[in-house]
């Protein structure tokens, strides 16, 4: 698998636009990048994922650099509720036909009123 | 709510007790996951279940046995347990085992004396 890179712990406003960056400048070009959050006391939650594109949903941005080395995870308006670790994962073969996760250490962000 | 069950939330057992661990999945999906997270280490992935069979097993110790009896059910059966085996196991499911997007439940907390 690819390895990443994330700041152990961020702080954002609330209210504000928390940006979350990963390095995976190992990564190759079948491999998707993912992020997840996890909330205290609860399990992981997943959030997006993308292979090139930019790419949006309900509760997230995703930017993918074009040589695709890094990515930046864009929560718009952060709230209270989204004080997490976040986990930027490069989903990598693990052989006998299955592609799997491996979390890493991710990024602590304490939303802050 | 995930749509993903884990019974019980936490469990207390000494290091010569039998216990099992079950998760349950209201998703329909087809792949079962069981990880391990220990403090200050990152998630784990220890068993991989596709369509009711075992297709990984990460040099799990044999003191962890699983069962999967369907797609919708998945059990951690421990025996013989060391105090390092204290850890929050949470159980995951995806609509099979290369989408990764999982779901994963609220993990049960274990404590080994």
């Known amino acids: 698998d690819a390895k990443t890179t994330q700041p152990p712990s961020m702080d954002c406003a609330e209210g504000r636009a928390a940006n979350l960056p990963c390095n995976h400048s190992?990564?190759?070009?079948?491999?998707?990048v993912y992020w997840y959050r996890q909330i205290h006391s609860q399990g992981p939650q997943y959030i997006i994922h993308?292979?090139?594109n930019n790419e949006t949903n309900e509760m997230a941005s995703l930017i993918i650099t074009e040589d695709r080395k890094s990515s930046t995870l864009i929560l718009p308006h952060a709230t209270l509720r989204d004080t997490a670790v976040y986990y930027c994962?490069?989903?990598?073969?693990?052989?006998?036909?299955?592609?799997?996760?491996?979390f890493g250490k991710g990024t602590k962000l304490s939303v802050i009123p | 709510e995930t749509g993903v069950t884990q019974t019980p939330r936490h469990l207390v057992m000494g290091m010569t007790n039998k216990k099992s661990l079950k998760c349950e999945q209201h998703?329909?999906?087809?792949?079962m996951y069981w990880y391990k997270q220990s403090a200050k280490k990152p998630l784990e992935l220890m068993f991989v279940?596709?369509?009711?069979?075992?297709?990984e097993n990460n040099s799990v110790p044999s003191r962890f046995s699983p069962e999967c009896p369907n797609s919708s059910h998945l059990f951690l059966h421990l025996h013989t347990l060391q105090p390092e085996d204290s850890a929050l196991y949470l159980c995951?499911?995806?609509?099979?085992?290369?989408?990764?997007?999982?779901?994963f439940g609220p993990g049960t907390r274990l404590t080994v004396l």
């Open positions: 994962i490069v989903r990598g073969y693990s052989g006998a036909g299955s592609y799997q996760l491996t």
């Open positions: 995951a499911s995806s609509q099979d085992r290369d989408n990764n997007e999982q779901f």
């Open positions: 279940y596709n369509f009711k069979e075992q297709t």
């Open positions: 190992t990564i190759s070009g079948n491999e998707y």
């Open positions: 993308g292979l090139k």
């Open positions: 998703l329909g999906h087809n792949a």
